[in-house]
């Protein structure tokens, strides 16, 4: 069976692809448009990776994400030296 990444490794991988802050939304289309293999079969994975992200800013101290705007939300990556909001 073939190993596929998680929904946090295609949104770091997304976040790096574009050098810019997205939307959950945004990574998830990006993924689709680039054809990343994932194995996602729900109905809304985009909720699923805001859901990833959110948990591991909270309980991770050394994750790679931040969020950096609330209304859209937008995560960015802690090496971008962008304002962030916890």
Known sequence: MPEYPSFLEIAEKAL??????????EIWTLAKEMKWKTDSVGQTPW???????????KTNPHTPFRRVSKRPTR????????????
């Open 16 to 25: 790096n692809t574009t050098g810019k802050p997205m939307s959950a939304s």
């Open 47 to 57: 909720a699923t990776i805001s859901a990833q992200i959110y948990v591991s800013i």
């Open 75 to 86: 995560f960015a990556l802690t090496p971008w030296e962008e304002p962030t909001e916890r």
